[in-house]
Structures are given as C-alpha cells and as structure tokens.
C-alpha cells in the first residue's frame, strides 16, 4: 500500500459536528466505505442485540469465524544481529501487510477458510527471508517453520466481561517479553457486566460502522467495576518526585499510519492512524538525526521526545476524511478522529529507590498492537473515566457516566537493562518493576517511568474505538502507546535529579 507523502498534518474535531481540515497530500477525501449509524445513544434507550446481530452462529451451533489469527514471528525473535535489523523490521512489516489484505479477502468471502492456503503460501517465503537474514549474522530460533499456517476464531471476547485474571497484569519478570505486566491496572469484570448496563446510558448494537468491531460486548459501565488500583508500598529511599513535560493535545494535527520503533521505513507499517504530540518530524523515515534536529510541540524545547499512540474514533455513522487512504478507510479504520480533550505525560520514580538518567534515543512500546490474537501477556491497555480512575479496565472500554469524561492510562516500563537503547522485538531491553515489591528485574536499573494520560470528551455511550489492525476488531486490549526518548541530555540528568529529589518539576 503506497503513499503519496511521508506524513499527514491536520485539523480535527474535538467532537462531532465542527469542521476537519484535511492534508491533500495524504488525505485523499470521503465517500470509500458506507457509514451506519450502528451505537443507540443514550436518549434513545434500547436493549441487547439480538443474539444474531452480535455474534453469528456458524453450523452446528459454533461461533462463526470473525477473524484472522496469525503467530507473532516478531515476538520469537528477541536477538538479531544488529546488521540484520532492517531487513527483519522490512519482512515483518510485510507479514502484517500480507495479514491485512488476508482479511479484507476473508470479509467478503463466503468459505472463510479459503484465505488461509494462500496467506500461509504468502507467509513461508517471507519467514525463510527472516531465517536468512539472522543467519547470516547469527542463529534464527528453530520454531519460525511452524509460524507460516493460521487460523480462524470467533470473537468469544465480546460477550461480558473477562474474569478477574484477565484484567491484572501479572508480577515481575516471569510474565512474557517485557519483565512484567499491568502495573495493576484494569482488572476485568464478570461475565453480567459485559453489556455495560449503565442506568441511562443505551446500549451498543451490532458492529461498529467498519463493519469489524467494536461490538456491545467490548463495553462496560465503569460504575459497575470495583476498585482495583494497587501500587507498591513505598519504602524508605524511594524516589517521590515527579517531572511534567507540556506537549499538548495534537492540536497540530500531526498524525500517521506509520510506526517508526517497529517498522522503519516502512510507510504504512502500523495500518493505523497514530496521534502524535512532541517531535514533530517523526515519520517512518525518521533517524537519530532527525528526531535530534526535529521541532517539538512540547513547551519545554529541551524535550524533543516522540509519543504516540492510536487515534480514537467516534462511531457516529460519519467518516473521516481519510475514510480512502492507508491507515484509515483502507484498513477498515473509519469514523471521526478525536482530537484530546487533556494529555498528561508524567514521568515519575520508584518507590524502592533512586532512577538512573535514560539514554537519549532510548526506544519504549507499551501494550500489544496485537494483543486480540496474541493473548494478553503483553497487554497494557488502562482504561477509565474521569472521577473513577481507581477503577481501571484491560479489556474493555467503559462507559462513563454524564459529566465524566473517557481516559487512557498507559504506565510505561520503567526499568533498563543499562545497555540498549532498542532490542530485536523492541521489549527485552525494558521490563516492568515487580507488582508487588517494586524492584526491577536482576540486572536492570530503575529510570523514570513515563505515564501518559489522555482524556476525550466524547458523548456518553458505547460509540468509540481505538485503530487498530483490521483483524484485530477494534478490540480495546490491543491499545498501546510509544514513547522514544529525545530529552537533552541535560535536561534529562535534571528530571532524574527531581525525581531523586522528591520534588515536583515541570
């Protein structure tokens, strides 16, 4: 899928209803898929789909097949060589391409098994190219053979709530790829809340307007979720400060569809819309050199750090202006993107200890883009809702009440192996602080750990998703933020001063 510009700047709404301003370099104008107006809003009430509408039956009584699931070959390498990098990153983008346009055949096929021969065909050649290039240099894991077949599944995560286990994240360095999970945050509710009965908030019907989710069962009423925010107890030492950099809203509308961390210079290499506030020159393209000599957004010109994450739609039944290009309507990304009504980017200390400076450069992704097939181990979506933030969801979005507005929480990772500023599948190099204790894995080092919060002020109501993959159904698991660490080095010795000071920066 090629482009016709290396990034896309615009205006868009806060809400429904006020004007967009579009990049014609990018933006290539409405009309590419039909939008239904598919959520009740809260005036017009409504009870639960019918059975058929939120979930098929296929013969037999089984769940019909909703999408596509694919081995992660990304998440098996965790050692490249380092000359083989860019070569991998190019393959592994393409094995998400090849997913991509898999699906789109898949929603309109009659016999949804005959995509997987010949996404399986597709897959073979460019996992040996994979295998080749790490040993060239090295030794590529023997399980990558194994990786070429998919296979179909229903989506059986829609329909309530995912028990208690789903929605906490686990402890310390035992958990997956990345030294631990979840920080505490969003623990899933009961299989009777799923529907998010919420006084009078209405009722989610069907799919949203993609026709790929999100579905009335991927939403709660966040007053039906008990509290369940845990931290670490404090210990003497521990660092209490904390710095606050002002980056803003996206005001500037810089956004695109791709993801420079896991596939550099791969245009379209996320097949989803990214906001973006700090560097403003970050695109597939961007190096070192780029981010360093880049604007910034960010009040304080000392931070020159990206972040981004993906955009959130309304589902209102109208299209964005990007309803015919990459990362938008092509990728079955559709709807009217929201502009942050709030963004706060925190970065704060251990509660066992001192932090250490980051390295300049140093790259972090938290979350799991695809998180819906992968399971949930690398998760780290945080959802909730102004006034109730000691409830948080995983695997749901909420439901918020009038007056009270959607919130995104991401706590990145927050210790370094003291090495890398990257690894091969971009998360051995940090891990999480244990749940419990507080203390990171053995032989890495505190550093001061970013927490993002986004807030929108969007209608009450099942009406909203994030991008994401298309065959990753909008799901609100597969959430996820990045951050690359474009500090001055100065600036970045003074955060972690304040940090170990126990005093309040900005």
Not at 56 to 70: E, H, K, L, P, V
Not at 152 to 180: C, E, T, V
Not at 295 to 320: A, F, H, I, M
Not at 323 to 333: E, I, L, P, S
Request: aromatic share 6%; proline share 6%.
């Amino acid at each position: 899928m090629g482009r016709t510009s290396r990034r896309t700047s615009r205006k868009r709404s806060k809400l429904a209803g006020r004007a967009i301003a579009a990049s014609a370099a990018l933006i290539l104008g409405g009309g590419g898929l039909v939008a239904v107006n598919v959520y009740a809003n809260a005036e017009e009430g409504g009870g639960p789909p019918p059975e058929s509408q939120v979930q098929n039956q296929a013969q037999g009584g089984d769940q019909q097949a909703t999408t596509i699931s694919c081995p992660d070959v990304g998440n098996q390498l965790p050692e490249v060589p380092e000359g083989a990098r860019a070569e991998v990153d190019r393959e592994l983008a393409t094995l998400d391409s090849q997913i991509t346009d898999a699906y789109a055949k898949f929603a309109e096929a009659e016999d949804k098994n005959s995509v997987l021969g010949p996404l399986e065909e597709r897959r073979r050649p460019t996992i040996e190219n994979i295998r080749s290039a790490i040993d060239r240099g090295g030794q590529a894991p023997e399980n990558l053979d194994g990786m070429a077949p998919c296979t179909l599944r229903a989506d059986d995560d829609g329909r309530g709530g995912q028990g208690g286990d789903q929605g906490q994240g686990s402890n310390g360095g035992d958990q997956g790829q990345n030294g631990g999970q979840g920080n505490g945050q969003g623990q899933g509710q009961g299989g009777d809340q799923g529907d998010g009965q919420g006084g009078d908030q209405g009722q989610g019907q069907g799919q949203g307007q993609a026709g790929n989710g999100p579905e009335a069962g991927d939403f709660v009423d966040i007053k039906s979720v008990r509290p369940n925010v845990q931290k670490p107890r404090t210990q003497r030492g521990a660092s209490r400060g904390t710095f606050t950099t002002n980056c803003g809203t996206n005001e500037n509308g810089k956004f695109n569809p791709d993801n420079v961390i896991v596939a550099p210079g791969v245009s379209n290499g996320a097949h989803h819309m990214h906001d973006y506030v700090g560097n403003q020159e970050t695109d597939a393209f961007s190096g070192d050199d780029d981010l360093a000599n880049g604007d910034t957004s960010c009040r304080n010109r000392g931070d020159k750090s990206t972040y981004y994450w993906p955009v959130l739609r309304l589902q209102n039944g109208n299209d964005e202006n990007d309803a015919d290009a990459d990362g938008g309507g092509r990728d079955k990304n559709v709807g009217e993107i929201q502009t942050p009504d709030q963004v706060t980017l925190k970065f704060v200390g251990s509660p066992v200890g001192k932090v250490t400076a980051m390295p300049r450069f140093l790259r972090i992704i938290t979350g799991d883009a695809k998180a819906f097939t992968n399971g949930d181990a690398n998760a780290n979506a945080s959802w909730s809702c102004t006034g109730f933030e000691n409830r948080q969801l995983k695997d749901k979005y909420p439901i918020c009440p009038r007056g009270s507005k959607v919130v995104r929480t991401f706590n990145f990772q927050s210790c370094w192996d003291g090495q890398n500023t990257d690894s091969a599948n971009h998360r051995t190099h940090v891990a999480f602080a244990d749940q419990r204790s507080g203390r990171c894995p053995q032989g890495f080092r505190a550093v001061p750990q970013l927490v993002q919060r986004v807030v929108y002020d969007v209608p009450p109501g099942p009406g909203f998703a994030v991008d994401s993959f298309p065959e990753q159904l909008h799901k609100p698991i597969t959430d996820h933020g990045d951050f690359i660490n474009v500090f001055d080095e100065r600036l970045m010795q003074r955060v972690a001063k304040c940090i170990n000071g126990n005093r309040r920066c900005a």
